[in-house]
């Protein structure tokens, strides 16, 4: 039986503007394997709150392992003198029973990221 916090969401802040970022393209992928990254696993874009709508993975569908989110902020930024383009967020799942949360704080020109709750 899964327990009731075990999912995997993002958060994307727009730090320029100092407002959630919307519509940030967001997909995931389970790392490993002889090729490297595996399959995504999903894709969703950012909600008015910068948020994903729906958990990219929850339940049983979250296990262990190594993961990579890739953030489309190229796209969202959309302007001729950005640095970023897909910003990709590798990290690793050991308690599949806590909820992890993935933000990122964004300009055109850096990021920071941390586990959020």
Do not use: C, K, N
Not at 52 to 60: E, H, V, Y
Not at 62 to 82: K, N, P, V, W
């Amino acid at each position: 039986m899964s327990a009731p916090h075990r999912r995997l969401t993002v958060h994307v802040l727009d730090a320029t503007r100092g407002v959630p970022a919307v519509g940030v393209r967001v997909s995931l992928a389970r790392l490993g394997g002889a090729a490297g990254v595996a399959a995504e696993l999903a894709r969703t874009r950012t909600d008015a709150d910068g948020r994903s709508p729906t958990p990219l993975l929850a339940g049983d569908d979250l296990t262990s392992g190594d993961y990579e989110i890739s953030f489309a902020l190229g796209d969202y930024f959309g302007l001729a003198d950005r640095f970023l383009d897909i910003v990709p967020v590798r990290f690793v799942v050991r308690d599949t029973d806590l909820h992890v949360h993935i933000a990122v704080l964004a300009t055109a020109w850096s990021y920071t990221t941390y586990r959020g709750s």
